[in-house]
Nanobody, 131 residues
Framework: QVQPVESGGGSVQAGGSLRLSCAASEYMFSSYCMGWFRQAPGTEREGIAA???????TYADSVKGRFSISRDNTKHTLYLQMNSLEPDDTAVYYC?????????????????????????WGQGTQVTVSS
């Protein structure tokens, strides 16, 4: 299967905003749970947001209230709107699709525990937040 492709990273000052996009194949997007992970230097990859089929998201506590996940079913694209960015948000951000987690099951568990070993991963996009 073709890997998802992220875009939209960059450098911003604290308090700023960025929107990440993740384009996937139609099959991947309509069948598997998809979500966003991030990895800062020297840390493990952590799940931060996942989208259910109805567009409702589940979030890690570290980003709740600041980040918003959404999906465009016609474009097969997942988004992550990041507001009120903080220096601790600096990381490489990855989009993932997990074939072991079908959409109909519900996607909340995607960001629980460690990154899913079965996932298709994008190449990652760097987000840097300066103080």
């Amino acid at each position: 299967q073709v890997q998802p492709v992220e875009s939209g990273g960059g450098s911003v000052q604290a308090g700023g905003s960025l929107r990440l996009s993740c384009a996937a194949s139609e099959y991947m997007f309509s069948s598997y749970c998809m979500g966003w992970f991030r990895q800062a230097p020297g840390t493990e990859r952590e799940g931060i947001a996942a989208s259910n089929s109805d567009g409702l998201g589940t979030y890690a506590d570290s980003v709740k209230g600041r980040f918003s996940i959404s999906r465009d079913n016609t474009k097969h694209t997942l988004y992550l709107q990041m507001n009120s960015l903080e220096p601790d948000d600096t990381a490489v951000y990855y989009c993932a699709a997990d074939p072991s987690l079908p959409l109909w099951v519900g996607c909340d568990r995607m960001i629980k525990g460690g990154p899913p070993s079965s996932a298709f991963w994008g190449q990652g996009t760097q987000v840097t937040v300066s103080s």
